[in-house]
């Protein structure tokens, strides 16, 4: 398992799990790359960045020349052509930022109205994710949209697996079985669903009756901890001793599709 998409529903916990995910897999010795692919970035922070560093990244999508360059599309052009196929290959070596062997890129940032439609810069993020080659040992962690739409936009096309974070709530679940149903389309075979936020037995047995106890790689309980690391700037991997078990845990149980690719 090369590529991972963390999706869901909004606010259902895809930064912070796709955070543990990308110090769990560092800590294992793989080389991760970490992509926030969000248009409201948080990662960098979950990743436990200092702010001083986060203040600076500057988002894929905002080097214009860059963009234009592989692409061929100028920003807030309509309708100009662009390559759906752009160059990508020396992107994360030249443009992430690194933390405890977490290769950090930022796609995007929400920009201001009538700047222009983002089909190129679409067309980037679903490149890198198509196109990049990983040696061994390399993993890549996106962190995505909340919601289907980047779905529609094939962005996951290239993926190994999908990680489905779902709450107990029940509107998180038609999110969930959205992405699923689009997944299976695009070719996406391995899901795992995630149970975040629970705060009683009850919340874990209600998911495991909604989508069956089988596709759940496991539960992570609401935790004080999530929202003190938060508050501090610390990676919660490294703030937390019981979100770092379950995390080692899950990752173990997928360790022969992880080793196997
Ligand atoms: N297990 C948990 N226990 C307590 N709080 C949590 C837990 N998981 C996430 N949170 C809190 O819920 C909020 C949303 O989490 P997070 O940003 O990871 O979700 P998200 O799915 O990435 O959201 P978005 O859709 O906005 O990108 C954060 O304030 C986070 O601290
Ligand atoms: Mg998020």
Known sequence: MKK???CGKGGVGKTTIAALLAYCLAEQGREVYAIDGDVNPTLAEALGFPAETVAEIRPIVDMAELVEERTGAKRGQYGTYFKTNPRVKDIPERFSRTINHIHF???GALRGAEQGCACAENAMLKALVTH????EKETVIMDMVAGTEHLGRGTAKGVDALFLVVEPG?????????????AETMGVKRRYLI???IRAPDDEQFLKNELGAAAFAGFFPAHQDVIAAERRGIALYEYSPPMREIITKIVQNLEP???GL
């Open 105 to 107: 890129l930022m796609m």
């Open 132 to 135: 990049l080659i990983l040696k």
């Open 257 to 259: 599709a992880v080793q």
């Open 4 to 6: 991972i998409a963390v």
């Open 170 to 182: 029940s509107r998180s679940l038609k999110v969930a079985r959205d992405i699923a149903r689009m």
């Open 195 to 197: 149970g975040n936020k």
